[in-house]
């Protein structure tokens, strides 16, 4: 007879009986067998044809109270699968928090090395390969058992199946950690991601190697985000890689400032102050110095833009269209972006 079913047989006998119902200390003997067979690994479908096998064979003859046997039997079938439940519900959590906690120490540089390693494997990530992880900010914050989340996780299941992909939220973003040389992953993940999160940005970190790796291209991915929003790129997408002059240009503080406000501060005289004409030098370069491609994305005629390109030119002196100015005025434009001019103070 299977360990799971001492006492069952007795019970029957004695309800057979009595007409009694099972105690409570019966109860809790049967919830404590179905945790038991849970924590073992058997399925609770077997389990319960076990049960109804045991009923049929262990039936008492000519019983007094065949209907309180048949309440026993449900009593007793009930009371074992709620342990059986609550041992699994505890085992998905117990599962969650070791997950959330690896999650914690990898993107946060976090635990001993060779012991992160091992927990990696648990979670199918091999940490000796080089790693890319993309970061997905949308305009709500997301947690594991958001829709969004199992969404985008069941597209990726779909569409590579085990990959050593890790999906994971943290602090409401999705983060997406797949292996450096597996570029498809991430692409696939932003397109899911921005699809499904009603227009997110979602920003690639570069391939790193080791969990060290890891830490670097999140950080990398995370500085990404915040460089979009304050360049106001419109691109879903975008790659550190792409970004790296930015951290260089604001890495003398000091410098750009001096530069912002030298090249650019004249413009605070112009009607409207300075931000009109900052944003049509912006998108004036962003159009490849094309006058009618610029026009057309800010709804103004080529007349209109030419003349607050002239007006540029008057106020700082610096001719848009010159080449020997270009350089200087497009640095400084970039600069104003990184440091929040003209709308805080530098």
Same mark, same amino acid.
């Given at each position: 007879?299977?360990?799971?079913?001492?006492?069952?047989?007795?019970?029957?006998?004695?309800?057979?009986?009595?007409?009694?119902?099972?105690?409570?200390?019966?109860?809790?003997?049967?919830?404590?067998?179905?945790?038991?067979?849970?924590?073992?690994?058997?399925?609770?479908?077997?389990?319960?044809?076990?049960?109804?096998?045991?009923?049929?064979?262990?039936?008492?003859?000519?019983?007094?109270?065949?209907?309180?046997?048949?309440?026993?039997?449900?009593?007793?079938?009930?009371?074992?699968?709620?342990?059986?439940?609550?041992?699994?519900?505890?085992?998905?959590?117990?599962?969650?928090?070791?997950?959330?906690?690896?999650?914690?120490?990898?993107?946060?540089?976090?635990?001993?090395?060779?012991?992160?390693?091992?927990?990696?494997?648990?979670?199918?990530?091999?940490?000796?390969?080089?790693?890319?992880?993309?970061?997905?900010?949308?305009?709500?914050?997301?947690?594991?058992?958001?829709?969004?989340?199992?969404?985008?996780?069941?597209?990726?299941?779909?569409?590579?199946?085990?990959?050593?992909?890790?999906?994971?939220?943290?602090?409401?973003?999705?983060?997406?950690?797949?292996?450096?040389?597996?570029?498809?992953?991430?692409?696939?993940?932003?397109?899911?991601?921005?699809?499904?999160?009603?227009?997110?940005?979602?920003?690639?970190?570069?391939?790193?190697?080791?969990?060290?790796?890891?830490?670097?291209?999140?950080?990398? *991915?995370?500085?990404? %985000?915040? !460089?979009? &929003?304050?360049?106001? #790129?419109? /691109?879903?997408?975008?790659? =550190?890689?792409? @970004? $790296?002059?930015?951290?260089?240009?604001?890495?003398?503080?000091? *410098?750009?400032?001096? %530069?912002? !406000?030298? &090249?650019?501060?004249? #413009?605070? /005289?112009?009607?409207?102050? =300075?931000?009109? @004409? $900052?944003?049509?030098?912006?998108?004036?370069?962003?159009?490849?110095?094309?006058?009618?491609?610029?026009?057309?994305?800010?709804?103004?005629?080529?007349?209109?833009?030419?003349?607050?390109?002239?007006?540029?030119?008057?106020?700082?002196?610096?001719?848009?269209?010159?080449?020997?100015?270009?350089?200087?005025?497009?640095?400084?434009?970039?600069?104003?972006?990184?440091?929040?001019?003209?709308?805080?103070?530098?």
């Amino acid at each position: 007879m299977s360990p799971y079913l001492t006492g069952y047989a007795e019970i029957l006998a004695d309800v057979s009986g009595t007409g009694r119902r099972l105690t409570r200390d019966e109860i809790e003997a049967r919830r404590a067998l179905g945790e038991q067979a849970a924590d073992h690994g058997h399925t609770l479908r077997t389990l319960v044809r076990a049960h109804l096998r045991a009923t049929q064979e262990d039936w008492p003859a000519s019983p007094r109270h065949p209907d309180s046997v048949l309440a026993a039997v449900e009593q007793a079938v009930d009371a074992f699968a709620e342990g059986y439940e609550r041992a699994q519900r505890l085992a998905v959590r117990q599962e969650e928090a070791a997950r959330r906690e690896f999650i914690d120490d990898l993107l946060y540089g976090r635990s001993d090395l060779g012991r992160l390693a091992e927990r990696a494997e648990r979670f199918g990530l091999v940490l000796s390969r080089a790693h890319a992880v993309a970061v997905a900010e949308g305009p709500e914050a997301y947690d594991d058992t958001d829709p969004v989340t199992r969404h985008v996780e069941s597209a990726l299941i779909a569409r590579f199946g085990d990959r050593h992909i890790l999906l994971a939220t943290k602090n409401g973003q999705l983060v997406c950690i797949a292996p450096g040389d597996d570029r498809d992953v991430l692409l696939h993940f932003a397109k899911q991601a921005h699809a499904a999160t009603d227009g997110s940005r979602v920003a690639i970190g570069r391939p790193r190697s080791g969990a060290g790796g890891v830490v670097h291209s999140y950080e990398e *991915a995370l500085n990404s %985000l915040q !460089l979009a &929003a304050r360049l106001g #790129l419109d /691109d879903p997408v975008v790659h =550190a890689a792409d @970004l $790296l002059v930015y951290p260089v240009l604001a890495r003398d503080r000091q *410098a750009m400032a001096d %530069l912002v !406000l030298g &090249a650019l501060g004249p #413009l605070r /005289d112009a009607r409207g102050g =300075a931000e009109p @004409l $900052l944003r049509t030098l912006q998108v004036y370069f962003d159009s490849g110095c094309t006058a009618a491609e610029a026009a057309r994305r800010l709804s103004l005629s080529v007349r209109a833009l030419t003349y607050r390109l002239e007006r540029i030119h008057q106020l700082t002196g610096a001719n848009p269209a010159d080449p020997l100015h270009r350089y200087t005025l497009q640095t400084a434009v970039i600069g104003a972006r990184l440091l929040g001019w003209p709308e805080q103070e530098i």
